[in-house]
């Protein structure tokens, strides 16, 4: 158990809509990381936070994918006007040593 | 960017049997290297790290860096159809220990055949 849980594991939304996913680490990692998983492929890393600021953000990432850890803790990816090529897993990790990631919210946009 | 190349597979390999999984990435300055299993559905897990030349053990498991011809592998001894799953590859994204996030590999789909 890496101690991160995500919120919702599965989401299905039209095109168009805006959508937000939840982090939760139980103790307080330091860093957090979101990645993206689609079919096939390994995970690719979109964001990552070291305590309440966003250090990177991927050049993969559009204009419509925002991320945020207000208080150190938890963290939130919103992805606005979604797209059928961002159905994919939406993978959070903290430094447990090395990421140690949650289950991920499965995203379908239809 | 980074590359971090795996073999895609299927890999069949009969129970019992030792199941070697590869790979290869770009650069030269990194010094930590993860091995990650992810079940069908599920979210990656780390399994083992390995960060000097040579090999490292870890029940089953062996992973074996040689960093001169950037090449990491994992052996996975006395296979168990349990060991089904797909085996990524990851390195550190910006070099280091990979405090900055990982570059990981398309994975290889290995199947334990009993």
């Known amino acids: 158990d890496t101690g991160v849980s995500q919120d919702p594991r599965h989401k299905i939304t039209k095109r168009g809509q805006n959508v937000t996913f939840r982090c939760d680490p139980i103790?307080?990692?330091?860093?957090l990381y979101w990645y993206r998983q689609t079919l096939g492929q390994g995970p690719e890393f979109l964001t990552y936070?070291?305590?309440?600021?966003?250090?990177?953000k991927s050049r993969l990432l559009s204009d419509r994918f925002s991320a945020e850890r207000p208080k150190g803790s938890f963290s939130t990816l919103e992805i606005q006007r979604t797209e059928q090529g961002d159905s994919a897993m939406y993978l959070c990790?903290?430094?447990?040593?090395?990421?140690?990631f949650g289950p991920g919210t499965r995203l379908t946009v239809t | 960017q980074k590359e971090v190349e795996q073999n895609s597979g299927p890999l069949s390999v009969p129970e019992g049997a030792i199941a070697s999984l590869n790979c290869t990435y770009s650069?030269?300055?990194?010094?930590?290297f993860f091995w990650y299993r992810q079940y069908s559905g599920k979210s990656p897990e780390l399994i083992m790290s390995?960060?000097?030349?040579g090999d490292k053990e870890d029940g089953r498991f062996t992973a074996q860096l040689n960093k001169a011809s950037q090449y990491v592998s994992l052996l996975i001894r006395d296979s168990q159809p349990s060991d089904s799953a797909t085996y990524l590859c990851?390195?550190?994204?910006?070099?280091?220990?990979?405090?900055?996030?990982?570059?990981f590999g398309k994975g290889t789909h290995l199947i334990i055949q009993p």
């Open positions: 390995i960060y000097s030349n």
């Open positions: 990851a390195v550190p994204r910006l070099g280091g220990g990979g405090a900055d996030g990982l570059t």
């Open positions: 936070f070291q305590n309440e600021a966003q250090l990177e």
């Open positions: 650069d030269r300055v990194s010094q930590s």
């Open positions: 990790a903290t430094e447990t040593g090395t990421p140690g």
């Open positions: 103790s307080e990692h330091n860093r």
